[in-house]
């Protein structure tokens, strides 16, 4: 069964600094996406970025950059030149890309983020 | 504007009083799933539907019923709530292929079941 685990239940961050939270998953899979989503204190689930498995590049998405490792089964998120309105919880999720449970997110537990001025 | 709406937001109940979470969605999707969010466990699919008629189990899904009747709309029921049942409901819908991968959530449902 595919998982997904974020070792750090809790992370801070200084305004303007950089932060990476850490991701990794199981699965027997060889085609998968992989996202980021945050969920800030509305509670509102935002898509920050995603990944396909088969792309060796890295997805970034302005300020947010991941780094796939995809042998390591590992996927980081790189939020560069924090802000306050980062403040939120962080998912990461996978999803298969074929077969009957196609669609279905496996999320990890989350990381609190925490932004100081 | 695209968007997934789910009704009530919040909702206080009694054990085994019946109700139905509503979901909808604008974006023409096939894809339509629930989630429930609880401290520490993150979220979990509780049913999905990969279009009309098509519906089903997550990885949560005793105590709950859905239904696919349109395409549009995918409804949750709680026959007989029970105070284990006490979460925060997510609706979240998407094309068939994913699109890249893209999930659209709605806004969440806070119930209470005492």
């Known amino acids: 069964a595919q998982t997904v685990t974020q070792s750090q239940p809790e992370m801070s961050v200084q305004e303007a600094e950089t932060v990476t939270l850490s991701c990794t998953y199981d699965?027997?899979?060889?085609?998968?996406?992989l996202f980021w989503y945050k969920q800030p204190p509305s509670r509102q689930m935002i898509l920050v970025i995603r990944?396909?498995?088969?792309?060796?590049q890295n997805a970034t998405e302005n300020r947010f950059s991941v780094n796939f490792q995809k042998a390591a089964k590992s996927f980081s998120l790189k939020i560069s030149d924090s802000q306050l309105g980062d403040a939120a919880m962080y998912f990461c999720?996978?999803?298969?890309?074929?077969?009957?449970?196609?669609?279905?997110?496996?999320f990890g537990k989350g990381t609190k983020l925490s932004v100081k001025p | 504007e695209a968007q997934v709406t789910q009704n009530p937001r919040y909702l206080i109940t009694v054990t085994g009083k019946k109700l139905t979470v509503t979901c909808s969605q604008n974006m023409n999707h096939e894809y339509m799933s629930w989630y429930r969010q609880d401290p520490g466990l993150g979220l979990r699919q509780i049913y999905y539907?990969?279009?009309?008629?098509?519906?089903d189990k997550g990885d949560v899904p005793e105590g709950y019923k859905v239904s696919r009747k349109e395409k549009r709309n995918f409804p949750l029921i709680l026959e007989s709530p029970s105070p284990n049942q006490t979460s925060l409901y997510f609706c979240?819908?998407?094309?068939?292929?994913?699109?890249?991968?893209?999930?659209?959530f709605g806004p969440g449902t806070r119930l209470t079941v005492t």
């Open positions: 979240a819908s998407s094309a068939r292929r994913l699109a890249g991968g893209a999930q659209y």
């Open positions: 990944q396909e498995a088969y792309k060796q």
């Open positions: 999720a996978y999803s298969i890309v074929y077969g009957g449970s196609q669609g279905n997110l496996i």
């Open positions: 699965t027997s899979e060889s085609d998968y996406y």
């Open positions: 539907s990969m279009n009309v008629e098509v519906t």
